[in-house]
Protein backbone atom coordinates (compact mmCIF):
# COMPACT_ATOMS: atom_id res chain seq x y z
CA UNK A 1 0.00 0.00 0.00
CA UNK A 2 1.72 3.25 -1.42
CA UNK A 3 0.85 5.76 1.45
CA UNK A 4 1.24 9.24 0.84
CA UNK A 5 2.70 12.34 2.96
CA UNK A 6 2.18 15.93 2.13
CA UNK A 7 2.43 19.17 4.12
CA UNK A 8 -0.39 20.22 6.32
CA UNK A 9 -1.12 23.27 4.80
CA UNK A 10 0.77 26.33 2.90
CA UNK A 11 0.33 29.95 2.29
CA UNK A 12 0.84 32.05 -0.77
CA UNK A 13 0.32 35.21 -2.24
CA UNK A 14 -2.28 35.97 -5.53
CA UNK A 15 0.48 35.43 -8.76
CA UNK A 16 3.06 32.99 -7.18
CA UNK A 17 3.51 30.01 -7.98
CA UNK A 18 2.79 27.07 -5.55
CA UNK A 19 4.46 23.94 -5.34
CA UNK A 20 3.31 21.16 -3.30
CA UNK A 21 5.42 17.90 -2.42
CA UNK A 22 3.87 14.44 -1.68
CA UNK A 23 5.85 11.95 -0.49
CA UNK A 24 5.20 7.65 -1.96
CA UNK A 25 8.17 5.90 -1.42
CA UNK A 26 6.96 2.53 -1.45
CA UNK A 27 4.77 3.20 -4.80
CA UNK A 28 4.58 0.02 -6.88
CA UNK A 29 5.20 -0.11 -10.53
CA UNK A 30 1.93 -0.09 -12.12
CA UNK A 31 1.35 2.89 -10.05
CA UNK A 32 -0.15 6.42 -11.41
CA UNK A 33 0.34 9.76 -9.46
CA UNK A 34 -2.90 11.41 -9.37
CA UNK A 35 -3.93 15.15 -7.47
CA UNK A 36 -6.84 16.52 -7.03
CA UNK A 37 -8.81 19.80 -5.53
CA UNK A 38 -11.26 19.74 -3.10
CA UNK A 39 -13.78 23.22 -1.96
CA UNK A 40 -15.45 22.69 0.73
CA UNK A 41 -18.51 21.02 0.56
CA UNK A 42 -17.83 19.63 -2.38
CA UNK A 43 -16.55 16.49 -4.15
CA UNK A 44 -12.68 16.23 -5.04
CA UNK A 45 -11.84 17.58 -8.71
CA UNK A 46 -8.98 16.17 -10.80
CA UNK A 47 -6.24 18.21 -11.52
CA UNK A 48 -3.75 16.48 -12.98
CA UNK A 49 -2.06 12.67 -13.17
CA UNK A 50 1.56 11.38 -14.28
CA UNK A 51 3.78 8.53 -14.33
CA UNK A 52 6.73 9.44 -14.33
CA UNK A 53 8.84 12.72 -15.28
CA UNK A 54 7.03 16.10 -16.48
CA UNK A 55 3.23 16.56 -17.35
CA UNK A 56 1.40 20.16 -18.22
CA UNK A 57 -1.92 20.54 -18.60
CA UNK A 58 -4.36 24.11 -18.52
CA UNK A 59 -3.75 24.65 -14.80
CA UNK A 60 -1.28 22.81 -13.41
CA UNK A 61 2.09 20.95 -14.02
CA UNK A 62 3.47 17.82 -12.61
CA UNK A 63 6.77 16.62 -11.97
CA UNK A 64 7.74 13.68 -11.14
CA UNK A 65 11.39 12.54 -10.24
CA UNK A 66 13.06 9.29 -11.85
CA UNK A 67 12.89 7.26 -8.26
CA UNK A 68 9.27 8.19 -8.59
CA UNK A 69 9.11 8.41 -4.86
CA UNK A 70 7.85 11.73 -4.66
CA UNK A 71 6.30 14.33 -7.19
CA UNK A 72 5.43 17.69 -6.82
CA UNK A 73 2.18 19.76 -7.66
CA UNK A 74 2.99 22.97 -9.66
CA UNK A 75 0.05 25.91 -9.42
CA UNK A 76 1.24 28.56 -11.68
CA UNK A 77 -0.07 31.97 -10.92
CA UNK A 78 -2.26 31.32 -8.52
CA UNK A 79 -5.68 33.03 -7.54
CA UNK A 80 -7.74 33.10 -4.80
CA UNK A 81 -10.18 30.87 -5.81
CA UNK A 82 -7.22 28.15 -5.81
CA UNK A 83 -7.60 28.55 -2.27
CA UNK A 84 -8.63 24.44 -1.49
CA UNK A 85 -7.15 21.18 0.21
CA UNK A 86 -4.88 19.72 -2.59
CA UNK A 87 -4.64 15.85 -2.51
CA UNK A 88 -1.75 13.40 -3.81
CA UNK A 89 -3.28 10.10 -4.96
CA UNK A 90 -1.12 7.08 -5.84
CA UNK A 91 -2.76 3.95 -7.63
CA UNK A 92 -4.15 2.79 -10.52
CA UNK A 93 -4.52 4.53 -13.72
CA UNK A 94 -8.32 5.41 -13.34
CA UNK A 95 -7.65 6.03 -9.49
CA UNK A 96 -8.66 3.27 -7.59
CA UNK A 97 -5.31 0.84 -6.05
CA UNK A 98 -7.01 -2.92 -6.02
CA UNK A 99 -9.24 -1.49 -3.37
CA UNK A 100 -6.64 0.33 -1.43
CA UNK A 101 -7.24 3.81 -2.23
CA UNK A 102 -5.47 6.02 -0.26
CA UNK A 103 -6.07 9.69 -0.59
CA UNK A 104 -3.79 10.75 2.60
CA UNK A 105 -4.78 13.81 4.75
CA UNK A 106 -4.30 16.38 2.03
CA UNK A 107 -2.82 20.01 1.58
CA UNK A 108 -4.69 23.05 2.36
CA UNK A 109 -3.69 26.02 0.40
CA UNK A 110 -4.74 29.35 1.59
CA UNK A 111 -3.85 31.98 -0.84
CA UNK A 112 -4.15 35.70 0.68
CA UNK A 113 -4.50 38.98 -1.76
CA UNK B 1 -22.62 15.68 -20.31
CA UNK B 2 -24.15 15.23 -16.90
CA UNK B 3 -21.85 15.28 -14.15
CA UNK B 4 -22.35 12.16 -10.79
CA UNK B 5 -25.20 13.36 -9.26
CA UNK B 6 -26.02 12.26 -5.37
CA UNK B 7 -29.20 11.86 -3.59
CA UNK B 8 -30.15 12.80 -1.03
CA UNK B 9 -27.64 16.05 -0.41
CA UNK B 10 -28.48 15.93 3.12
CA UNK B 11 -29.46 13.57 5.30
CA UNK B 12 -30.19 12.83 9.33
CA UNK B 13 -30.79 9.97 11.25
CA UNK B 14 -30.59 8.62 14.75
CA UNK B 15 -28.32 5.53 15.85
CA UNK B 16 -29.32 2.29 15.23
CA UNK B 17 -31.14 3.16 12.03
CA UNK B 18 -30.80 2.56 8.66
CA UNK B 19 -29.63 4.22 5.76
CA UNK B 20 -29.66 4.18 1.49
CA UNK B 21 -27.36 6.41 -0.45
CA UNK B 22 -28.49 6.58 -4.16
CA UNK B 23 -25.62 7.40 -6.76
CA UNK B 24 -25.84 8.08 -10.59
CA UNK B 25 -22.91 8.31 -12.37
CA UNK B 26 -21.95 9.98 -15.67
CA UNK B 27 -23.39 8.01 -18.77
CA UNK B 28 -21.13 5.65 -20.18
CA UNK B 29 -19.00 5.29 -17.05
CA UNK B 30 -19.30 1.79 -15.84
CA UNK B 31 -17.11 2.01 -12.32
CA UNK B 32 -18.46 3.81 -9.33
CA UNK B 33 -16.82 3.96 -6.00
CA UNK B 34 -17.89 5.07 -2.66
CA UNK B 35 -15.67 6.92 -0.31
CA UNK B 36 -16.64 8.39 3.48
CA UNK B 37 -14.82 11.39 4.20
CA UNK B 38 -14.68 12.88 7.71
CA UNK B 39 -12.63 15.72 9.57
CA UNK B 40 -10.61 13.15 11.70
CA UNK B 41 -9.71 10.11 9.07
CA UNK B 42 -10.33 11.74 5.69
CA UNK B 43 -10.98 10.36 2.46
CA UNK B 44 -11.32 6.10 2.61
CA UNK B 45 -12.35 3.99 0.21
CA UNK B 46 -15.37 2.21 0.86
CA UNK B 47 -15.72 -0.22 -2.19
CA UNK B 48 -15.97 -0.20 -5.72
CA UNK B 49 -18.28 -1.46 -7.84
CA UNK B 50 -17.97 -2.22 -12.13
CA UNK B 51 -20.38 -4.19 -14.41
CA UNK B 52 -22.69 -4.43 -11.28
CA UNK B 53 -20.05 -6.54 -9.63
CA UNK B 54 -17.70 -5.02 -6.32
CA UNK B 55 -14.76 -5.35 -7.73
CA UNK B 56 -12.89 -3.91 -4.98
CA UNK B 57 -13.48 -3.21 -1.09
CA UNK B 58 -11.89 -1.12 1.58
CA UNK B 59 -11.54 -1.54 5.57
CA UNK B 60 -14.98 -0.92 6.04
CA UNK B 61 -17.02 -2.98 8.83
CA UNK B 62 -19.75 -5.20 6.76
CA UNK B 63 -22.73 -3.04 7.75
CA UNK B 64 -22.00 -1.20 4.83
CA UNK B 65 -22.52 -2.79 1.79
CA UNK B 66 -23.53 -1.51 -1.95
CA UNK B 67 -24.54 -2.25 -5.00
CA UNK B 68 -24.89 -1.69 -8.67
CA UNK B 69 -27.69 -1.31 -10.91
CA UNK B 70 -27.46 -2.63 -14.57
CA UNK B 71 -27.52 1.32 -15.58
CA UNK B 72 -24.13 2.12 -13.35
CA UNK B 73 -26.24 3.45 -10.97
CA UNK B 74 -24.98 2.29 -7.36
CA UNK B 75 -26.48 2.46 -3.36
CA UNK B 76 -24.73 1.91 -0.39
CA UNK B 77 -26.66 1.15 3.05
CA UNK B 78 -25.45 1.41 6.18
CA UNK B 79 -27.29 -0.40 9.14
CA UNK B 80 -27.03 -0.16 12.34
CA UNK B 81 -26.22 3.27 12.14
CA UNK B 82 -23.52 4.70 14.53
CA UNK B 83 -22.75 7.86 16.11
CA UNK B 84 -18.59 7.62 14.13
CA UNK B 85 -20.67 7.09 10.82
CA UNK B 86 -21.52 10.76 10.34
CA UNK B 87 -19.52 11.87 7.36
CA UNK B 88 -19.66 13.12 3.64
CA UNK B 89 -20.22 9.99 1.59
CA UNK B 90 -18.73 10.63 -2.08
CA UNK B 91 -19.44 8.63 -4.81
CA UNK B 92 -16.61 8.58 -7.99
CA UNK B 93 -17.57 7.35 -11.45
CA UNK B 94 -14.80 6.37 -14.37
CA UNK B 95 -14.73 4.46 -17.64
CA UNK B 96 -13.37 1.69 -15.23
CA UNK B 97 -11.01 0.43 -17.68
CA UNK B 98 -7.50 1.59 -18.08
CA UNK B 99 -7.26 5.40 -18.11
CA UNK B 100 -9.00 8.52 -17.52
CA UNK B 101 -10.01 9.91 -14.05
CA UNK B 102 -12.33 9.74 -11.28
CA UNK B 103 -15.44 12.24 -11.32
CA UNK B 104 -16.64 12.78 -7.77
CA UNK B 105 -19.94 13.69 -7.43
CA UNK B 106 -21.30 16.40 -4.44
CA UNK B 107 -21.44 13.86 -1.87
CA UNK B 108 -24.20 13.54 1.09
CA UNK B 109 -23.97 14.80 4.17
CA UNK B 110 -24.83 12.06 6.72
CA UNK B 111 -25.52 13.15 10.69
CA UNK B 112 -26.17 10.38 12.86
CA UNK B 113 -27.91 11.75 16.40
Known amino acids: LAKTTQPISMDSYEGQEVNITCSHN???????ITWYQQFPSQGPRFIIQ???TKVTNEVASLFIPADRKSSTLSLPRVSLSDTAVYYCLVGDKDGTNAGKSTFGDGTTLTVKP | KAGVTQTPRYLIKTRGQQVTLSCSPISGHRSVSWYQQTPGQGLQFLFEYFSETQRNKGNFPGRFSGRQFSNSRSEMNVSTLELGDSALYLC????????????FGPGTRLTVL
Open chain 1, 50 to 52: GYK
Open chain 2, 92 to 103: ASSPGTSGGEQF
Open chain 1, 26 to 32: NIATNDY
